[in-house]
């Protein structure tokens, strides 16, 4: 079925991930920027046992500290303000879901801004952890933002979205307000 959206927006499923979270070499699998480098596996079919072993050391060891997991309170703070900032840019946000290491929005965006507002939101986000102590790095460089492509597409990235809260995950819906697992 064909997707509705405002002229000039379209809808996106954005990710974004806090910073140490999936590394260069992880045993769930990885991919390199561009794809530059043929990696074996992924995360649902995961590299052999020990296959990047010495990749993965050399990305921990290269951290400046330990990789951001959030606490609840903490992914709500997140969770609300992406989803604040997003709304604040004009755009519909449908659903949203902050876990440990990741957050989840489907939204639609104005075209060609995916990058623009996900990191607006992202730095959003950051301010709200900074004014309740929080002083290092939040997230990952870049995030990516998945076009829906039809509606059958939108419906099952928010049930995607939206089965976070089986795992712990700080979700928001659209219509209901914001609330916690």
Known sequence: ????????????????????AWLY???????TRHHREHVNGDYKNPPPAGKYESLANRSRESLRH??????????????????ESFQKSSCTVDCAAVATQHGHVLVELPTGEQRTLAGTAKLTAWFALRDRGWKQKLWAQRSKAVPINDEDHRAAAHRYILRHREVGAWVWEDGDGAHGT
Request: aromatic share 14%; glycine share 12%.
């Open 1 to 20: 079925m064909p997707l509705s959206h405002r002229a000039g927006f379209a809808w996106y499923h954005v990710i974004l991930t806090t910073y140490g």
């Open 66 to 83: 330990a990789p951001i997991e959030l606490s609840l309170d903490f992914r709500e703070v997140v969770g609300k303000a992406l989803v």
């Open 25 to 31: 070499g992880d045993a769930r699998g990885f991919r």
